[in-house]
Antibody, heavy 119, light 107 residues
Framework: EVQLVQSGAEVKKPGESLKISCKGSGFTFTNYWINWARQMPGKGLEWMGTIYAGDSDTRYSPSFQGQVTISVDKSISTAYLQWSSLKASDNAIYYC????????????WGQGTLVTVSS | ETLMTQSPATLSVSPGDRATLSCRASQSVNNNLAWYQQKPGQAPRLLIFGASSRATGIPGRFSGSGSGTEFTLTISSLQSEDFAVYFCHQYSNWPTTFGQGTKVEIK
């Protein structure tokens, strides 16, 4: 069974760093692009960026370029999304999702990670 | 970027009735359009890709149509498990973008 399992909810203070994860199983991880998307409270999804697990080729949405870093450790089939300095506006649920090629639909999603940033 | 506009924001439907959801793109996305279902606290689930192709395991009551800028998701006879939020996704133009979602609720 194809699964993307994300790390658990996080509560952080503004200015703190954070790295959340997305572990794939049930498929050849290195054959897929892993995407990250943000869903702010009561809002729609925003695509943040994607990484090809096979060679770490990474693309970012212009809205998120420089704001986050996407990485992958293919030895453990895990993709990451990280922040160096969180802001209150980063409060959201973050989803990972896989796609088979760079221009494609997302055929399997993680369960989401709630990030709460509050002083 | 390509703006995806879904309507209505909320659709109240009785079980067994037909539901028609719309998605409009600000520029052509050809047929590079997907639909997803999301229930509270759950991951989104792919329903339709390529505007009209059902994903594996998706019941036949779900159908998609359209091309260019106008798309429709139809649920022919709503079941209790279909009450959820549905959102469209274009993957034709970079960056990929999503609609804001249509909530299908019980009337």
């Amino acid at each position: 069974e194809v699964q993307l399992v994300q790390s658990g909810a996080e509560v952080k203070k503004p200015g703190e760093s954070l790295k959340i994860s997305c572990k794939g199983s049930g498929f050849t991880f290195t054959n897929y692009w892993i995407n990250w998307a943000r869903q702010m409270p009561g809002k729609g999804l925003e695509w943040m960026g994607t990484i090809y697990a096979g060679d770490s080729d990474t693309r970012y949405s212009p809205s998120f370029q420089g704001q986050v870093t996407i990485s992958v450790d293919k030895s453990i089939s895990t993709a990451y999304l990280q922040w160096s300095s969180l802001k209150a506006s980063d409060n959201a649920i973050y989803y990972c999702a896989r796609m088979t090629s760079l221009v494609n639909w997302f055929d399997s999603w993680g369960q989401g990670t709630l990030v709460t940033v509050s002083s | 970027e390509t703006l995806m506009t879904q309507s209505p924001a909320t659709l109240s439907v009785s079980p067994g009735d037909r539901a028609t959801l719309s998605c409009r793109a600000s520029q052509s996305v050809n047929n590079n359009l997907a639909w997803y279902q999301q229930k509270p606290g759950q991951a989104p689930r792919l329903l339709i890709f390529g505007a009209s192709s059902r994903a594996t395991g998706i019941p036949g009551r779900f159908s998609g149509s359209g091309s260019g800028t106008e798309f429709t998701l139809t649920i022919s006879s709503l079941q209790s498990e279909d009450f959820a939020v549905y959102f469209c996704h274009q993957y034709s133009n970079w960056p990929t973008t999503f609609g804001q979602g249509t909530k299908v609720e019980i009337k």
